[in-house]
């Protein structure tokens, strides 16, 4: 792999001239299985999801796909490939952002492409994904396993909330 300081330059680069539009695909997930996403979720709600679907377009959700649109662009670009899948493991389906491979890559990896507040992100830099965020950590663990991989490759991305919530209130002002 490049140094990280050479792929943080690149990225950067590369994600400055992305177009001004990038498709966002947004899946729908079948209920009726527990899904990997949910691992660190109380049983109440692992049993709602598989009741009821996990079709949400909450705020997070929403940000975690405009997240992965984006980076997955800028990724594509800079050369890498990445390629989807449905994973099952231990009876439990997951939806991979994708598997990564390609320009500096010897070996295929799982990527994963995880929308933080900056707390959040604060967290996984200093105390690392497993202890910051155990239920994302068990999620890329069931991945590895299920896809039959050694490495995760996994994208943090910043995003606030209130700031997003406003410019959607601007917009809709303006309409």
Known sequence: MIP??????????TFSELPETIPIRMPRYESGSIRMSGL????RQQILRIKLGSNSMSWPALMGFASQALVGAALEKMGYTLTE???T???????????ISGY??????????????YYGLALILRDG??????SS???MQCYLYG???????????????????????KKKLAN
């Open 147 to 169: 896809v039959g991989l050694n490495a995760t490759f996994i994208t943090l991305v910043p995003f606030d909330l209130g700031a997003a919530r406003v410019e959607l209130a």
């Open 85 to 87: 899948q449905e994973v």
């Open 137 to 139: 950590w068990l999620q």
């Open 129 to 134: 994904l497993k202890e910051a965020d155990y």
């Open 4 to 13: 990280h300081e050479q792929f943080v330059t690149e990225f950067s680069n």
């Open 89 to 99: 493991y231990a009876g439990m389906v997951g939806h991979l952002d994708g598997v």
């Open 104 to 117: 500096d890559l010897d070996e295929p990896m799982v990527w994963d492409c995880k929308g933080r507040s």
């Open 40 to 43: 660190g979720h109380c049983a």
